[in-house]
């Protein structure tokens, strides 16, 4: 009944920018917030942003000043703009919410099933 659907990963080369989008879609009741995680080959899925329906943000120290994460809260859509991209930065993006179904007291973390981004040198 939830969905997350991220795009926009691609190839691109150090230095440039890409533009991250996911969108939540089903019988969502309301969303408490919304995240971009990342994993490299060979290691474990990290934190990069976060932000709460009020518009807190939060970053890895790694992407701070690079990275800016925005949220759609009428789109349930939440995007993160990537500049001065660096091949460290290349992973797979998953997308996060943590949210409320209609009809449902719980509080559930949903993901999206990952975007590639790779940053060559």
Not at 14 to 40: E, H, K, P, T, V
């Amino acid at each position: 009944q939830v969905q997350l659907v991220d795009s926009g990963g691609g190839l691109v080369q150090a230095g440039g920018s890409l533009r991250l989008s996911c969108a939540a879609s089903g019988s969502i009741f309301s969303i408490n917030a919304m995240g971009w995680y990342r994993q490299a080959p060979g290691k474990q899925r990290e934190l990069v942003a976060t932000i709460t329906s009020g518009g807190s943000t939060n970053y890895a120290d790694s992407v701070k000043g690079r990275f800016t994460i925005s949220r759609d809260n009428a789109k349930n859509t939440v995007y993160l703009q990537m500049n001065s991209l660096k091949p460290e930065d290349t992973a797979v993006y998953y997308c996060n919410a943590d949210l409320r179904r209609i009809g449902d007291w719980r509080h559930i973390s949903y993901w999206g099933q990952g975007t590639q981004v790779t940053v060559s040198s």
